[in-house]
C-alpha cells in the first residue's frame, strides 16, 4: 500500500526554519538558507492556499479556492498566531489592519517586512522580553537601529532564567546597544496620519508608557507571545483547550484527525517548540505509516515515581510562546534526513550532539522521553509521552564590538536552559559564578535527579548536562562535577 | 476511542493542513518511511508552481578568535540546599 501526501500551507514561500528567523532579520542569512529540504517528489504541496474548512462527514477539508482535498487521515499542523496585545491605538475602531511601522515576528513575510523597514539610526521599540523579545532586539541592534526593548516582567527571558542569569544577559544587551526597561508595561501607541495609496493611513509615531513616559518609535516589534491555531479545529467540532487535544497517539477526538505542532496540546500542554514538533512528526510518521521500516533503537525507560507528582503548571508555563528565536545551527549540522538538528551545536568537548534546543516546560509527569515502545497489545506502534528539551540561543556580537573582551560582554553570548530551575524545598541548588568570563551556571538537583538548569556564557558543559535531563539519568555522587568539567565529571 | 488503524483505500490519503516545520518534517518522514505513488494528474488539484532551488549554503563568517582571557580573578561557588519550612505546631 502507497500513502499520499498533501501538505496544504498558506505561506506562498516553501517551508524555513523558523527557529533562524532572527538570523534572517539580522541579515546575517538570506531567506533561502533557513529553507528546509524540499519535500520528497512524491509529495504534492499546495503553496498558498488556505484550508477554510473540514467537512468530517465526507472526510474532505475546503479550501479558500473553493477545492476539496479528500482524506483518510487529516493531520492538523496549523501552528500558532503571535499574540497582539490589547494597547491602545494598536487598531482603529473597527479596523484589523496595524500602523504602519509595527509588526509582529512571527512568519518569513514578517521578518521580511521588518527587515525592510529597518533602516540605520532608525528607533525601534521592542514590546515583549522573552526570547523572541530579545533575539528581535539583539537583531535589529545588528542592524544599526537604536533599539529599546521594553518588558513588563521583573527581568528578561523570566521563563528560562533567574534574576542572576537575566541580569548578566541584561549587561549583555546593554553591551550590544540595546536599552533593556524590565517592569515597564506598555499602554498605547501614538500614531500619525500619513499619506497612502487609496487615503491616508497611520504610522506609529511613540509608545506610551504606563507610568506617562513615552518611547519615540519608527518600528515598533510586537514580541509577546504566540496562541495555537485552533479555529479550524473548533469549527469542525473537534476538541479544543488551549490547543487542539490530542492523545498518546496524537489522536484528536475524531479517530481520523491528528494533530502536532504548536496547535496540538497533549497532557495539557503546549509546547510551542520546534523540537516538539518534530518529535510528534517523527511518531506520527511512524503511526501512519503502512510498512514501517526496522525500528531505530532506542534507550527506554520507566517513569520514575520518585519524580513524584509535579506541580500542575500554571496556564502561563504551559506555552512557552513564540520560538522564531530559538538557536538551530545554520550549516553543517543537518541530520537525518537532511533536517537542521534543532538543538545543540556541539560545544568545546561536546562530541555527541543531542536532540533538540527548545525551550522546556517545567518539569512535568509528561515529559518522560518520546516512547518507541509498542503498545499493549500492538507491537509496532509507538507513542507520544511528551518532550524533554532545553532551550538555547547565541547572541552574536554586533559588528565593530570586540568580539569578546575580557568582560565578556560584547562578543557572542551562549544561552541555555532546561527543565526548572526554580529549587523546591529539599532540592540542591549549585550555582557557579565566574566573574572574570561573565559566565554563570546553576544547576538544580532533586535526590539524584537532575530538574533544570542555566547555562550562560559557557556552554562547555552543556552536553553532559543535556543528556542527563533527556535521559533523565541518575547523577553522579558528586553532581557539582557537572559544573565543573566540560565531561559531566566522567 | 476507535483507533485509526484499517486503511480506507489502497493508497491511504493523508493531508497535513500546515506547511510549517511539523507538517513538512512530517511529509518527509511519511515519504521516506512509505512508498508514496508517482503523482497523477487530478482534475480537482491545480499545478502547483515548483519553488525555484534552493541555492547553496552562504559561506559563514569566521569569528575572530577569542582572546585568551587571563585567569579568572574570582570564582565564587555556593552550594545551598533550600531549607524545609518548619513544621506547624500541632495540637
Known sequence: MTVEVTIIGEEPHPAYNRVLLAEVLA?????????????????????????????????????????????????????????????????????????????????????????????????????????????????????????????????????????????????????LGVEVHTECRVRGLCTRTVDGEGGG????????????????????????????????????????????????????????????????????????????????????????????????PMVLRPLDPQEGPAPEPAPEDRFVGNRSAEWAPPSGSWGRNGWAQTGHRAAPGDETPTRHTDAVPADHPACAQTDHRAAPGDETVPQYHGTRTLTRLTLTAVPGSAGGSASGTDGPLDLAAFGNPTPAPGDDVIHLTDATRNTYRKVVVRGDRLLGGILLGDLGTVGALARTWESNEPLPATPLLHLLTNDGGS | MESYREPMSPSRRVVIVGGGMAGTRLAQQLAARAPVPALRPVSALRPVPV????????????????????????????????????PTPTG
Open chain 1, 27 to 175: 541579515g546575517r542569512y538570506a531567506p533561502e538558507v533557513i529553507a528546509l529540504p524540499a519535500p520528497a517528489a512524491g509529495v504534492r504541496r499546495l503553496s498558498g492556499v488556505r484550508v477554510v474548512r473540514i467537512d468530517r462527514p465526507t472526510a474532505e477539508v475546503v479550501c479558500d479556492d473553493g477545492r476539496r482535498v479528500p482524506y483518510d487521515a487529516l493531520v492538523l499542523a496549523t501552528g500558532s498566531n503571535p499574540v497582539l496585545p490589547p494597547l491602545r491605538g494598536l487598531f482603529e475602531p473597527d479596523g484589523h489592519e496595524l500602523p504602519d511601522g509595527v509588526h509582529a515576528f512571527r512568519t518569513m513575510d514578517d521578518c521580511l517586512a521588518l527587515g525592510a523597514a529597518v533602516r540605520p539610526g532608525a528607533r525601534a521599540v521592542v514590546i515583549g522580553g522573552g526570547l523572541l523579545g530579545v533575539s528581535a532586539a539583539r537583531a535589529l541592534a545588528q542592524r544599526g537601529a537604536q533599539v529599546v526593548l521594553a518588558h513588563q516582567g521583573e527581568h528578561l527571558m523570566e521563563r528560562q532564567l533567574d534574576p542572576g542569569a537575566s541580569g548578566l544577559l541584561l549587561r549583555h544587551m546593554a553591551a
Open chain 1, 201 to 296: 493611513g497611520r504610522a506609529v509615531s511613540a509608545v506610551e508608557l504606563a507610568d506617562g513616559y513615552a518611547l519615540e518609535a519608527d518600528l515598533v516589534v510586537l514580541a509577546c507571545g504566540v496562541r495555537p491555531r485552533v479555529g479550524l479545529a473548533r469549527a469542525a467540532g473537534l476538541e479544543v483547550a488551549r490547543g487542539v487535544v490530542i492523545d498518546d497517539e496524537l489522536r484528536t477526538s475524531d479517530p481520523r484527525v491528528f494533530a502536532i505542532g504548536d496547535c496540538a496540546e497533549h497532557a495539557g500542554i503546549v509546547y510551542g517548540l520546534a523540537g516538539a514538533a518534530q518529535e510528534q512528526a517523527d511518531v506520527l510518521a511512524h503511526r501512519l505509516s503502512p510498512t514501517p521500516p526496522l525500528p531505530e
Open chain 2, 51 to 86: 519553488p525555484p532551488p534552493v541555492p547553496a549554503l552562504r559561506p559563514v563568517p569566521v569569528p575572530p578568535p577569542v582572546p585568551v582571557l587571563p585567569p579568572p580573578v574570582l570564582v565564587l561557588s555556593v552550594r545551598a540546599r533550600v531549607p524545609a519550612p518548619a
